[in-house]
């Protein structure tokens, strides 16, 4: 993302007083990057920075966040083949996602060779598991293991502000592949039925690719969870 696209952000939980969010796509997959940060105190952090690190510092440089921590979803290369850079130059920690995906992390240099570009592998300094909770700026996000686009896929859920972060588990009028051969269909139709759907209609989340949805949007009309 250009500079002047980091500058049209919006509020994280829909009105004006929560975190504010702007997405960066990066790599040739057009994932979406996600800056967040309080409008306030300007402490945020960036999650999922699948590459393209220059265009993700140039995009915290434009809007002026002092980056506290990286935030993975799931060890997909374009989710998570910028972080190591990333999190050096920043000085920052790395947290997430579920060690399930740690193969996938071990194996992000190689992916990236057979894409023909550089990338590094990443370890976080923390790994996330059902239950636990991270945090931006002071607000709470409660952590999710949503298996089945990847074994170690986390959302990141701040049911105050009523926002997620999905990664690839659910988008707007589909939901993340589950043909690889760890991917299991099952799986993730289980989360997203009773993990997502189940915290409220009103959630709003920002999700790996293309435009941002709501649990209830999507549990009335996405085709893959409707059935």
Request: proline share 5%; with cysteine; net charge negative.
């Amino acid at each position: 993302m250009t500079a002047k696209a980091a500058s049209q952000s919006k509020s994280a939980s829909g009105g004006g007083g929560g975190l504010r969010a702007a997405i960066v796509p990066v790599t040739p997959f057009q994932q979406n990057c996600t800056l967040l940060w309080d409008p306030v105190s300007m402490v945020g952090a960036v999650v999922d920075p699948g590459g393209d690190v220059d265009h993700v510092r140039a995009a915290v440089t434009k809007v002026g966040i002092k980056v506290e921590k990286i935030l993975i979803t799931h060890g997909h290369l374009d989710h998570a083949g910028g972080a190591a850079e990333l999190a050096e130059a920043l000085g920052v920690a790395i947290e997430g996602p579920h060690i399930a995906d740690k193969f996938l992390l071990d194996g992000i240099a190689a992916q990236a060779h057979e894409y023909g570009y550089a990338a590094r592998n990443m370890t976080p300094g923390r790994w996330l598991v059902e239950g636990d909770t991270v945090t931006v700026a002071g607000r709470t996000f409660d952590i999710l293991h949503c298996p089945g686009h990847s074994p170690g896929s986390v959302v990141m859920v701040n049911k105050e502000q009523r926002f997620a972060l999905v990664g690839d588990v659910l988008f707007r009028g589909s939901i993340g592949r589950t043909d690889m051969p760890y991917g299991d269909h099952a799986a993730l139709i289980a989360a997203i039925r009773t993990k997502l759907f189940p915290l409220g209609d009103d959630i709003t989340f920002i999700c790996g690719h293309g435009p941002a949805s709501t649990f209830g949007a999507e549990r009335l009309s996405n085709p893959h969870v409707t059935g």
